[in-house]
Structure formats: structure tokens, C-alpha cells
């Protein structure tokens, strides 16, 4: 085994916003362990940004990348809970990746490091809440990339 070339050197959160939906009167407690995502609309906002190196502006190795995820039950099948999360990673990207490919690799892996910490976050606050626990499932961010890494989509 041996480490990657894609570091997630920090992670923070910006916002975080979980609440659980009352159910109409007639409807039994919600469950969201079994959820079926199928239809659901998510909101998503992806960028990235290169640090600057200190050494060589045009030689990046060290990205911010910015992950928002939400479902605000606006669209598509409702969800048993309402959320808006937003996080920051710190991603650095080893140098003996070709520049040009770095800004994307950031983006999409990074956000992938990213999710995955929403995702526990996530399940974690809603283990003990009145709907139930709410894994939300894995994703793919390579279709939310724009040219300059910078995507804002709903799904």
C-alpha cells in the first residue's frame, strides 16, 4: 500500500443544516433507513480554486475545493429530511501529475473526499433522529465539472 497522489490535508465545515419531515397526520413515522433515492433532486455546487505556490504561481499543487450539497424537497420525490451542507477541503495534488490535469483531479476527487465526510456527517446526526438513520448514497462528480473546475447542477 502506498499513499495517493490526491491528499486531503484538511477538511472544514462552512454550514451545516439537517431537519427531519413531519409526516402528514395520517402517514406513519418516516423511515429513512431504507430510503430510495430514485428521483429525488439534489442540489449541488461544486469549485475549486488553486492556492498559490510560493515558489512558482504556475506550478500548483494545493487546492480549496468547495462542496455544497442540499435537498430541499423543492423538486423530484420528496426525502424523509431536508439538508444543506456546505464544506472545504484543502486538496493537494502530488506535482508529478501533469499541470494540466491537476485543477480537474482536485475538483472531482476532491469533492468525492469531500462528500464522503458529508455523507457520514449526515448519517451520524440523523441516527437518533425522529425519521431515522439517512445514508445518503454514493455519488460521481465528474459530470458537475465545467471547463475551469467550477460547477453548479441540480440532479
Do not use: C, W
Not at 495517493?4 to 477538511?11: M, P, T, Y
Amino acid at each position: 500500500m502506498r499513499p495517493s497522489i490526491i491528499q486531503l490535508r484538511q477538511l472544514v465545515f462552512k454550514s451545516i443544516h439537517v431537519e427531519a419531515v413531519e409526516p402528514a397526520a395520517d402517514a406513519p413515522p418516516g423511515d429513512a433507513t431504507n430510503f430510495d433515492f430514485d428521483g429525488t433532486t439534489f442540489r449541488v455546487e461544486l469549485g475549486s480554486e488553486a492556492l498559490p505556490n510560493a515558489e512558482d504561481d504556475s506550478d500548483p499543487g494545493v487546492f480549496v475545493v468547495m462542496l455544497r450539497i442540499a435537498i430541499d424537497n423543492q423538486e423530484g420525490k420528496p426525502a424523509p429530511y431536508l439538508f444543506d451542507i456546505t464544506a472545504l477541503g484543502l486538496i493537494e495534488i502530488d506535482r508529478k501529475i501533469d499541470k494540466e490535469k491537476r485543477s480537474d483531479l482536485a475538483a472531482v476527487n476532491g469533492a468525492s473526499l469531500i462528500y464522503g465526510a458529508i455523507r457520514e456527517l449526515v448519517t451520524t446526526l440523523t441516527a437518533r433522529s425522529t425519521a431515522g438513520s439517512f445514508v445518503l448514497p454514493t455519488m460521481d462528480f465528474r459530470e458537475h465539472l465545467s471547463a475551469k473546475g467550477n460547477a453548479s447542477q441540480d440532479n
